[in-house]
């Protein structure tokens, strides 16, 4: 599927194709669920969690296309700092009080990693973060993601404790915590 692809400029061309982040829709749920099953069978969310947060915060979900078909998408959201949702919930409102941008979830089918597509979802991300006025990013990693975000100034968040904890569990072991501060693009 992604034979081809080289970076450029924040857009992935290939065989006079080009991937692209745009923004989520409604149409575009069948194709996430199909995606999160294949990167994340280990953590299932149901549809209705989708179908939340692009209700509440469509700016923060995204859809990487190519050729006319999802390869990829990110989903994002006001949120608190060490008050991470916890794994198939939803989140009722968005926080009055936010001070950073939640990245709920970043999901690239394998043959599209490696394609600079995590990159332009993480700038749009920072660009968004500090559009809104919070100065930071925050994210749950699961441990097979864990080195990516430690590559692009990720760090573990040393606050949270219990509560944060119990959130962490949720997701089930070796989960982490992780921040970034906002970097203007």
Do not use: N
């Not at 394998?110 to 749009?124: D, K, Q, S």
């Amino acid at each position: 599927m992604t034979a081809g692809f080289q970076p450029r400029d924040g857009r992935v061309d290939g065989d006079g194709a080009s991937a692209l982040w745009r923004a989520m829709t409604a149409g575009d749920l069948d194709r996430i669920l199909a995606i999160a099953d294949i990167v994340h069978p280990a953590y299932p969310e149901e549809r209705s969690v989708f179908e939340e947060r692009l209700a509440l915060y469509p700016a923060g979900c995204r859809v990487a296309e190519w050729r006319g078909e999802a390869i990829g998408y990110g989903v994002m959201h006001p949120g608190k700092l060490g008050v991470p949702p916890p794994l198939d919930s939803p989140l009722g409102t968005l926080p009055a009080d936010a001070d950073c941008l939640y990245l709920h979830d970043i999901a690239l089918l394998p043959e599209a990693r490696g394609t600079g597509l995590g990159a332009g979802v993480l700038g749009y991300a920072h660009r968004l973060a500090e559009r809104e006025g919070w100065g930071w990013l925050a994210l749950t990693s699961t441990p097979g993601a864990r080195s990516y975000w430690d590559q692009v100034g990720f760090e573990p968040y040393c606050g949270g404790g219990p509560a944060l904890a119990a959130k962490l569990g949720s997701y089930g072991g070796g989960m982490s915590y992780m921040t970034a501060p906002v970097r203007a693009l």
